[in-house]
C-alpha cells in the first residue's frame, strides 16, 4: 500500500517565525488532505489539494502530484497553530485515506 | 450543525469487557470509518463504509466489529475488550472516498 511520510517529527517555533512542513507519498494520488489536530484533539481539515497550491489566511498548501510530494507553509505562526499536522492520500484510487504519523508543532509566546 | 457526533466521550473498560461506540452524521454522508489514534503512530483505519449497507475491514480491524445501521449510524464494537485496545477512538465521514473527510472529537478508551 501507499506510505505516507511527513518530515519533521517536531517542529518548535518563535511565534511570528514561518514554517514548512513535507509531505511525501509513494504512489500517484488522487486525493490528498492536510489535518490540524489541536491540543484538545480535535481534527480539523485544512486542505484538500490533491494537486496546485490552495492558501486560506496564513496557511497555504501545494502539492506536486509528478514529484509525489506536498507542502504545507505556516506563515507568521501564532501559539494557537500549536498541535499536531497530518496529510493523508487513498492506499489506491478510490480508497479511505491512509494518514503520515504526523508533525508536531509547538510555537512559543 | 452537529457534523460528525461519537459517544461516550470516555470510558474505562476491564479486560474482557464488552461495548459500542456510537458515531451518527448529519451531513448526509455516504462513507463512514472508524479510525485509531496512538501514540507515534498517525491513525490508523479500523473500518469502513462506503455506503448504507456495506463494510470493509481496514488496516487494523482485530478485535472490532461494526455496524452501519442506516445512513446517518455507524458503530464500532468491542466484544471483548484488551488493554492493547487502549486508544482514541475516531469517527469520520464524507461524501466518498474522494471527497473531504470529517471527523468526530474522538472517544478516550482505556481498557485496564
Not at chain 2, 39 to 64: H, Q
Request: a neutral charge.
Amino acid at each position: 500500500g501507499i506510505q505516507v511520510e511527513q518530515s519533521p517529527p517536531d517542529l518548535i517555533l518563535q511565534e511570528g517565525a514561518n514554517s514548512t512542513l513535507r509531505c511525501n507519498f509513494s504512489d500517484s494520488v488522487n486525493n490528498l488532505q492536510w489535518f490540524h489536530q489541536n491540543p484538545w484533539g480535535q481534527l480539523i481539515n485544512l486542505f484538500y489539494i490533491p494537486s496546485g497550491t490552495k492558501q486560506n489566511g496564513r496557511l497555504s498548501a501545494t502539492t506536486v502530484a509528478t514529484e509525489r510530494y506536498s507542502l504545507l507553509y505556516i506563515s507568521s505562526s501564532q501559539t494557537t497553530d500549536s498541535g499536531v499536522y497530518f496529510c493523508a492520500a487513498p492506499n489506491s484510487g478510490n480508497t479511505p485515506l491512509v494518514f503520515g504519523k504526523g508533525t508536531r508543532l509547538s510555537v512559543i509566546a | 450543525n452537529a457534523g460528525v457526533t461519537q459517544t461516550p466521550k470516555f470510558q474505562v473498560l476491564k479486560t474482557g469487557q464488552s461495548m459500542t461506540l456510537q458515531c451518527a452524521q448529519d451531513m448526509n454522508h455516504n462513507s463512514m470509518y472508524w479510525y485509531r489514534q496512538d501514540p507515534g503512530m498517525g491513525l490508523r483505519l479500523i473500518y469502513y463504509s462506503a455506503s448504507e449497507g456495506t463494510t470493509d475491514k481496514g488496516e487494523v480491524p482485530n478485535g472490532y466489529n461494526v455496524s452501519r445501521l442506516n445512513k446517518r449510524e455507524f458503530s464500532l464494537r468491542l466484544e471483548s475488550a484488551a488493554p492493547s485496545q487502549t486508544s482514541v477512538y475516531f469517527c469520520a465521514s464524507s461524501t466518498g472516498y474522494g471527497n473531504t473527510i470529517y471527523f468526530g472529537e474522538g472517544s478516550w478508551l482505556t481498557v485496564v
